[in-house]
């Protein structure tokens, strides 16, 4: 069975340019996750959708960064403009309900 | 709010041994989820173990077992023969069983195994 897949695994880019990650869940699993882990802070949760459906934005740092689920294999956070402190690792995970979060390779990204 | 403390920040242990995380967690939900999950230097999140707040007898998996201690809310990693393998960061999280199904993770321990 393939696990939860992120894309791309490693993003460089210059500060105001705009960048997309991408998430696949594992196939039947309702709850999706995205965190964001920085030395500074651990790890942390942006957001999380229900059956595609966003729950909780509470950790979204700001309006800069977006998230949406168009159905349920497919999900993406946005940062625009992007900007040197969103710098992190960022991993999308999957849960069939409050089962455990299966986590994704994660993104790596350093903006310049 | 969840919180969640490993006190121990590094860790040496020899090939062979067995080692244990601490982790000590803090909640008013009566059930929860305790999970412990490795990250190698390579990045990736890989789930270890699971422990249910009602369930009696402490989880199991593999080489890893948890000392789960609900009165004194601890549930700590013990790594069984420890392998070259298991040097990585080990991080300890809960999920309250309420409505809120954040996972809250502690800082993580940085384990590191010598031949």
């Known amino acids: 069975d393939a696990g939860v897949i992120q894309s791309p695994r490693h993003e460089v880019t210059e500060m105001g340019q705009e960048v997309t990650l991408r998430c696949k869940p594992i196939?039947?699993?309702?709850?999706l996750f995205w965190y964001r882990q920085t030395m500074m802070r651990g790890l942390e949760l942006l957001i999380y959708f229900n059956n595609n459906v966003p729950i909780d934005d509470s950790g979204m740092p700001e309006d800069r960064f977006s998230a949406k689920m168009p159905n349920a294999s497919f999900s993406t956070l946005k940062i625009q403009p992007s900007e040197p402190r969103d710098s992190a690792v960022y991993f999308c995970a999957s849960s069939l309900g409050v089962d455990t979060q299966y986590f994704g390779p994660g993104t790596r990204l350093t903006v310049l | 709010a969840q919180k969640i403390t490993q006190t121990q920040p590094g860790m040496f242990v020899q090939e062979k041994e067995a080692v244990t995380l601490d982790c000590t967690y803090d909640?008013?939900?009566?059930?929860?989820?305790l999970f412990w999950y490795k990250q190698p230097s390579s990045g990736e999140m890989i789930f270890l173990i699971y422990?249910?707040?009602?369930?009696?007898q402490n989880a199991t998996e593999g080489r890893y077992s948890l000392n789960f201690q609900k009165a004194r809310k601890s549930a700590n990693l013990v790594i069984s023969a420890s392998q070259l393998g298991d040097s990585a960061m080990y991080f300890c999280?809960?999920?309250?069983?309420?409505?809120?199904?954040?996972?809250?993770f502690g800082a993580g321990t940085t384990v590191t195994v010598r031949a």
């Open positions: 196939s039947g699993h309702d709850y």
């Open positions: 422990q249910g707040s009602y369930d009696e």
């Open positions: 999280a809960m999920i309250p069983r309420s409505n809120d199904y954040k996972l809250s």
């Open positions: 909640t008013s939900d009566q059930s929860y989820g």
